[in-house]
């Protein structure tokens, strides 16, 4: 069978190379190989491998982080299966970082060398040149990808599913001369990545605009999950600051406020290796409580050698930017990182449209629940991609379990009148000034900047969804148009399922609804109206109207 597979970060590279033992795969990405987050996670990939550590205790300090919402199948299958696809890697020749230490030896059993970050009870985060550990990752596996028989098209960007009969049967795309292609499949799997461009400052690459999910909820997918969306607590706070690793914290450094006092203590026992969603609060409101000045990440403590060492990437990143991090603190401030929602999945990465899978950022297991536990994004790409790429061509189970066993409350949501007309072109109305595309990128992201991200309140969130429904998708077909559109379907649709939760949970901070409501569901999910839609075969279309759909979903 043909399988189509979007996307070229751990999670994509991985589902190619294992799908390519039996079948024939073509392999999409808008940028080169190497344009994804992937290349951008630094800290390392978390996996339950020393003689001192366990799934099990692997998995409780994923629930705790997730805030009592991940699906518990869903994170019994990262842990469990996890040690055995990190072996896969160092097999593939990924170049993990290795320990001299006898001390360490006779603890974990093996030489590599281990991290430990936020909310880990065990030192388990396994890392590759030190801070460049998805770099590593990612190289070894395009070398893997070119030794089988995948074809690759590179700067080839997706626009829509193709949906015929309500199975997804292909994917249009913009090939590099930005020409419309279709491709045919027998199935197509989304590994495109998340939407960290919904927002101002973001820790994500350029190619991080949500295209897949939105395509795949255009197409008639349930998504689920969209409120939370984790913001790391520590970017680079200059002009065009990067990630700084978490891995940093947990070597020793600490965050002070401007007049040099270790704030993280006061606001929770973990002080700064408490889980992100709370470190970054913590963050915001220093800045806050100082007038908007940054916080200092502060590594002065560690020995200026193994600073150097240990974090090289770091080091060059903060020495570019003035800073020599190894005599004085070095400015950070919270930044959109991750999405723990998207397209709701069971556990081999089936969606409720037969015919498309989804694994990594842009699908939802449940793993996450309401926020990541550092360094488990790598190790649920890798996961998750293998389960799906064996699964492709497996049967639909009778009743399909999106995201496990949660409670899942499908609702569903009328598509914008701009969206419509953005499929049938023929349409009156739509956008009529040249420079619509990037008016609406700077709007959506002022907006969820503002009133979507790391604290919410109903009153902001109201507005945002009036000012968001305002907008009007750019005309046109280019890349550049058809990313703009994923961000405004995605930004109404995070704004309304962060105004549906009215509580408090993880990465989703009402002030509003300061507390966790126990009676409130793990999920959310949501699916599109589609009452507009005209042929049975259609892109980006579907023929039904449900106005709920129950958790378990007919295949």
């Not at 805030?67 to 097999?91: F, H, I, N, Q, W």
Request: with cysteine.
């Amino acid at each position: 069978m043909h399988v189509v597979i979007v996307g070229s970060g751990i999670a994509g590279l991985t589902a190619a190379i294992r799908a390519s033992t039996l079948h024939d795969v073509t392999l999409v990405t808008k940028g080169a190989l190497t344009d994804s987050a992937t290349a951008y996670a630094q800290g390392g990939i978390a996996v339950a491998l020393g003689a001192d550590d366990s799934a099990a205790l692997h998995q409780a300090d994923t629930h705790v982080a997730a805030a009592g919402s991940a699906d518990a199948r869903a994170v019994e299958v990262l842990c469990t299966d996890g040690p055995a696809r990190v072996r896969d890697l160092l097999a593939l020749g990924v170049p993990f970082d290795r320990s001299s230490d006898l001390t360490a030896l006779d603890r974990y059993g093996d030489d590599l060398a281990r991290g430990r970050e936020a909310a880990h009870g065990r030192w388990r985060v396994l890392h590759a040149d030190g801070d460049a550990t998805g770099a590593a990752i990612e190289r070894t596996l395009i070398a893997a990808l070119h030794r089988r028989h995948v074809t690759i098209l590179e700067r080839t960007s997706l626009t829509d599913l193709v949906v015929r009969d309500g199975t997804v049967v292909g994917v249009d795309v913009l090939d590099l001369l930005g020409e419309p292609r279709r491709i045919d499949a027998d199935a197509v799997l989304i590994a495109s990545g998340g939407a960290g461009h919904l927002y101002r400052e973001t820790t994500n690459p350029l190619v991080a605009t949500g295209d897949g999910v939105a395509a795949a909820w255009r197409a008639g997918a349930v998504l689920a999950d969209l409120e939370f969306v984790q913001f790391h607590p520590t970017r680079l706070a200059v002009p065009g600051g990067g990630l700084v690793s978490e891995a940093v914290r947990g070597e020793g450094a600490v965050l002070r406020d401007a007049a040099g006092h270790r704030f993280m203590t006061a606001v929770h026992p973990d002080a700064e290796l408490a889980p992100r969603d709370v470190v970054a609060r913590g963050i915001a409101a220093a800045v806050r409580d100082q007038g908007g000045a940054p916080v200092l990440l502060d590594a002065t403590g560690l020995d200026a050698d193994f600073l150097v060492g240990r974090f090289p990437g770091l080091t060059r990143a903060t020495r570019d930017a003035g800073y020599d991090w190894t005599r004085q603190g070095v400015p950070v401030a919270p930044a959109a990182h991750y999405s723990m929602g998207g397209i709701a999945t069971d556990a081999e990465g089936r969606t409720s449209l037969p015919g498309l899978l989804a694994v990594g950022e842009a699908a939802c297991t449940g793993v996450h629940g309401a926020n990541r536990l550092a360094s488990n994004s790598l190790l649920e790409g890798l996961v998750f991609a293998v389960r799906a790429a064996d699964a492709v061509a497996g049967p639909r189970p009778g009743l399909l379990r999106l995201r496990g066993d949660a409670d899942l409350h499908v609702t569903s949501v009328p598509r914008a009148a701009d969206a419509i007309r953005a499929s049938h072109p023929t349409l009156p109305g739509g956008a009529t000034h040249p420079d619509d595309a990037g008016t609406v990128r700077q709007a959506v992201q002022s907006v969820m900047t503002d009133r979507v991200g790391l604290l919410r309140d109903a009153a902001g969130l109201a507005s945002a969804r009036r000012d968001l429904d305002a907008l009007t998708a750019p005309a046109g077909g280019g890349v550049r148009e058809h990313e703009d559109r994923a961000l405004l379907d995605l930004a109404r649709l995070v704004a309304l399922a962060a105004e549906t939760r009215t509580e408090s949970r993880g990465a989703h901070a009402r002030t509003d609804h300061p507390d966790t409501d126990p009676a409130a569901p793990a999920s959310y999910a949501w699916v599109a109206d589609h009452t507009d839609a005209r042929p049975a075969e259609r892109t980006g279309e579907h023929t039904d109207d449900p106005a709920v759909v129950p958790q378990e979903v007919p295949a």
